[in-house]
């Protein structure tokens, strides 16, 4: 199937402006999107893995270390660590995308967890002398990656919801 230039380039700026508003949310206002201040729902993660596992390599590993970059300069933590993070997550991504059907919904939420798994554990590892209790390993192991599986449905979820609505109103619509 060839794809119209014109579409291409419609879905790669489709998918920045996704990336840019994952990275506006994820950084400026992180309060929103967490569970008592402990618990991070990484929207981020969730956008890259969809991003790596919809779209080519060529495209999305410039994309993945400039957003790192971007994240590096924001968290004030050393520069390219966050780019490497996610190019790992990407490179996991695009071995195990081959095998999988990337249109269920189960495998995208295997993808998700993975992904933030390995964000989570690589965070936990490097910075493991700054933690002062095991309930931080906690949160950042099990409760995180849990509470972004659970958005991430719960946004899929509606997602589908709005888009039957939508076209049955549309056909509704139609036949009027």
């Not at 919809?54 to 520069?79: H, K």
């Amino acid at each position: 199937m060839v794809q119209n230039p014109q579409e291409t380039e419609m879905k790669y700026i489709f998918w920045g402006l996704i990336i840019l508003f994952a990275i506006f949310v994820s950084v400026i206002y992180p309060p929103i999107f967490s569970i008592g201040g402990f618990v991070r729902i990484d929207i981020l993660i969730v956008a890259l893995s969809l991003f790596s596992l919809y779209l080519s390599p060529f495209f999305t590993l410039p994309v993945f270390f400039f957003t790192g970059l971007i994240v590096d300069s924001f968290y004030m933590t050393p520069l390219g660590y966050h780019s490497l993070v996610f190019l790992s997550i990407s490179y996991v991504i695009f071995i195990v995308k081959d095998y999988i059907f990337k249109e269920k919904f189960l495998f995208q939420i295997l993808v998700i967890s993975m992904s933030v798994l390995i964000y989570r554990v690589i965070d936990t590892v490097i910075y493991f002398p700054n933690i002062k209790s095991i309930s931080h390993i906690f949160y950042n192991l099990f409760l995180s990656p849990m509470a972004t599986v659970l958005f991430y449905s719960l946004i899929y979820v509606l997602v589908k919801i709005l888009g039957s609505a939508v076209s049955k109103y549309g056909k509704r619509k139609q036949t009027l």
